[in-house]
């Protein structure tokens, strides 16, 4: 199957309204070109590093392209973040939250945000506890430039289907609590639910997902993680 074909089914089975993020991290900027000639032009990447170069070379060739950061976030890594991407799905602590709302401003950019949960342990992937989204709601809701659109959350591996029906169905339950008790004017952007990946879409669209993020389902297997350093530094 082409990655046209595979696009084309995927949102034969999406139900309408949920957006299709084609997750591109681990392909080379042809790859993403094929999807875009396809009709896609929302794309997630997860490593600066990796998708600065990409970005950089199909402004030109694809335009219309939206970028959105899914990967973990770092303080030193928040302005090029911010510049190169609409989307920040991974927003994770109170103090990033923060920074990254003083460097919008200085920027002059608008983020849209998705606060990124932890609803279930998981040594390997990052979020806010629940509580410290509630606790910090107010806080949250008064940033200037930060625009929040929603939450987003990953399910840890090895989960039962109905236990992975659960996980987003608390997701979506926290994201409707935290918003009657948001500003009016905040409330009603606060709309979004980034859950669901080639391993457990289906579960995540059942409870409720809005972006699903999608990467093997639609582009096969990609080069792990840092394998484009490891060239550079042995090909030097
Ligand atoms: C890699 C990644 C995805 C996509 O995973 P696939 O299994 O390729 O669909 C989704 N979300 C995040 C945060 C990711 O890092």
Not at 115 to 136: I, M, S, Y
Not at 188 to 203: E, T, V
Not at 206 to 213: D, F, L, N, P
């Given at each position: 199957?082409?990655?046209?074909?595979?696009?084309?089914?995927?949102?034969?089975r999406?139900?309408?309204?949920?957006?299709?993020?084609?997750?591109?991290?681990?392909?080379?900027?042809?790859?993403?070109?094929?999807?875009?000639?396809?009709?896609?032009?929302?794309?997630?990447?997860?490593?600066?590093?990796?998708?600065?170069?990409?970005?950089?070379?199909?402004?030109?060739?694809?335009?219309?392209?939206?970028?959105?950061?899914?990967?973990?976030?770092?303080?030193?890594?928040?302005?090029?973040?911010?510049?190169?991407?609409?989307?920040?799905?991974?927003?994770?602590?109170?103090?990033?939250?923060?920074?990254?709302?003083?460097?919008?401003?200085?920027?002059?950019?608008?983020?849209?945000?998705?606060?990124?949960?932890?609803?279930?342990?998981?040594?390997?992937?990052g979020?806010?506890?629940?509580?410290?989204?509630?606790?910090?709601?107010?806080?949250?809701?008064?940033?200037?430039?930060?625009?929040?659109?929603?939450?987003?959350?990953?399910?840890?591996?090895?989960?039962?289907?109905?236990?992975?029906?659960?996980?987003?169905?608390?997701?979506?339950?926290?994201?409707?609590?935290?918003?009657?008790?948001?500003?009016?004017a905040?409330?009603?952007?606060?709309?979004?639910?980034?859950?669901?990946?080639?391993?457990?879409?289906?579960?995540?669209?059942?409870?409720g997902?809005?972006?699903?993020?999608?990467?093997?389902?639609?582009?096969?297997?990609?080069?792990?993680?840092?394998?484009?350093?490891?060239?550079?530094?042995?090909?030097?």
């Amino acid at each position: 199957m082409t990655i046209a074909n595979r696009l084309e089914s995927l949102h034969h089975r999406l139900p309408p309204g949920v957006t299709l993020l084609a997750v591109s991290k681990g392909q080379p900027s042809q790859t993403i070109e094929q999807a875009y000639a396809a009709g896609q032009r929302r794309f997630g990447e997860s490593r600066l590093q990796e998708a600065e170069p990409k970005i950089r070379a199909l402004r030109q060739r694809c335009p219309g392209l939206e970028w959105h950061f899914i990967g973990q976030l770092q303080a030193n890594k928040v302005r090029p973040v911010a510049k190169a991407f609409a989307w920040i799905h991974s927003l994770d602590r109170i103090s990033l939250a923060q920074r990254l709302d003083r460097i919008a401003g200085d920027e002059g950019r608008c983020p849209q945000v998705l606060l990124q949960v932890k609803l279930r342990p998981d040594p390997n992937k990052g979020g806010f506890p629940p509580e410290q989204l509630t606790a910090h709601l107010s806080t949250l809701a008064h940033l200037s430039h930060v625009k929040l659109r929603g939450l987003m959350t990953m399910a840890p591996l090895g989960l039962e289907l109905d236990q992975l029906h659960h996980l987003f169905s608390d997701c979506r339950q926290l994201a409707q609590q935290l918003r009657a008790h948001l500003p009016s004017a905040v409330a009603m952007d606060f709309n979004q639910l980034s859950m669901g990946m080639s391993r457990d879409w289906p579960q995540a669209v059942g409870a409720g997902s809005t972006i699903v993020r999608i990467g093997n389902d639609i582009f096969g297997p990609r080069w792990p993680a840092g394998a484009h350093d490891l060239c550079g530094d042995t090909c030097t």
